[in-house]
């Protein structure tokens, strides 16, 4: 499975932005599909995450109600809707992706810079 992440920019506080997340190759066995991020001079953390086949969410606390994950299986897509952006929210994204019977996110993305001005 590879993947692309797209979508990340510089944006003002309280803006908004959408980062995309395309899958390509074997992509018939996806179990879930994530986000992360990492700041600088930080560990990465887990940001939301959306089970591909029933579109089950979940969240990081901190941005609970302000980002939002969302799929496209047509397009092997996912897609993370960012609102209401804080300056603490300023990482570089990346995507990832678990098989079933992977016990973890075996494939990752590029990673995408989001910076949030205050």
């Known amino acids: 499975v590879q993947l692309q992440a797209s979508g990340g920019g510089l944006v003002q506080a309280g803006g908004s932005l959408r980062l995309s997340c395309a899958a390509s190759g074997r992509t018939l066995n996806l179990y879930r599909m994530g986000w992360f991020r990492q700041a600088p001079g930080k560990e990465r953390e887990f940001v939301a995450v959306?089970?591909?086949?029933?579109?089950?969410?979940d969240y990081r606390e901190s941005v609970r109600g302000r980002f939002t994950i969302s799929r496209d299986n047509a397009k092997n897509t996912v897609y993370l809707q960012m609102s209401s952006l804080l300056p603490e929210d300023t990482a570089v994204y990346y995507c990832a992706a678990q098989n079933y019977g992977d016990s973890y996110y075996a494939y990752w993305g590029q990673g995408t810079q989001v910076t949030v001005s205050s």
């Open positions: 959306i089970r591909w086949n029933d579109a089950i969410t």
